[in-house]
T-cell receptor, first 109, second 114 residues
Framework: GQNIDQPTEMTATEGAIVQINCTYQ??????LFWYQQHAGEAPTFLSY??LDGLEEKGRFSSFLSRSKGYSYLLLKELQMKDSASYLC??????????WGAGTKLIIKP | EAQVTQNPRYLITVTGKKLTVTCSQN?????MSWYRQDPGLGLRQIYY???????DKGDVPEGYKVSRKEKRNFPLILESPSPNQTSLYFC?????????????FGEGSRLTVL
């Protein structure tokens, strides 16, 4: 079966750095997405990785290793507004998105 | 403003009473999709459409119907709702048939079936 694993919940301190991991086992791979979802709101797009390596976008970076079936989202200089759930999703060989259950990130002052 | 609009945002209904959740996008996107989100389970796809008059089942299609008569609209129909369909529903769209683009989500429709 297809599976996306990410931690259920993480806690970090304002101003710090946090890394949210995502491992996947899917039938084929056509890219990996990260979305941010604040409580009670819709998910919003953060990043898309299809090649190995690190992609940086402001305070957020996303890394992919296809050989290891692994990605992480790195958030720097954490702000209180970063408190949200972070969703990892993989596009499989049929171009269907397989979603992880999400990681709830709690930021403490 | 580019957006996906869902209605209603909140609905409480009773078992067996047919309802429709509308979804409309103004970005001329080919691909549209419906998801349900339940605690601890993540997003699960109900139905998707790669273009007008083309719809396909997702992972959890039972108890739902959809139609795609126009490019901009993709309504979700619950013919006979049951309590296990109580959930948060999201409509989403993206450009391109291969779903490799950013998904734009509606604000969500919270449905309670008593």
């Amino acid at each position: 079966g297809q599976n996306i694993d990410q931690p259920t919940e993480m806690t970090a301190t304002e101003g710090a750095i946090v890394q949210i991991n995502c491992t996947y086992q899917t039938s084929g791979f056509n890219g990996l997405f990260w979305y941010q979802q604040h409580a009670g709101e819709a998910p919003t797009f953060l990043s898309y990785n299809v090649l190995d390596g690190l992609e940086e976008k402001g305070r957020f970076s996303s890394f992919l290793s296809r050989s290891k079936g692994y990605s992480y989202l790195l958030l720097k200089e954490l702000q209180m507004k970063d408190s949200a759930s972070y969703l990892c999703a993989v596009l499989d060989s049929n171009y269907q998105l397989i979603w992880g259950a999400g990681t709830k990130l709690i930021i403490k002052p | 403003e580019a957006q996906v609009t869902q209605n209603p945002r909140y609905l409480i209904t009773v078992t067996g009473k047919k309802l429709t959740v509308t979804c409309s996008q103004n970005m001329n996107h080919e691909y549209m999709s419906w998801y349900r989100q339940d605690p601890g389970l993540g997003l699960r796809q109900i139905y998707y459409s790669m273009n007008v008059e083309v719809t396909d089942k997702g992972d959890v299609p039972e108890g739902y119907k959809v139609s795609r008569k126009e490019k901009r609209n993709f309504p979700l129909i619950l013919e006979s709702p049951s309590p296990n369909q109580t959930s948060l529903y999201f409509c989403a769209s993206t450009t391109g048939a291969h779903n490799t683009g950013e998904l734009f989500f509606g604000e969500g429709s919270r449905l309670t079936v008593l």
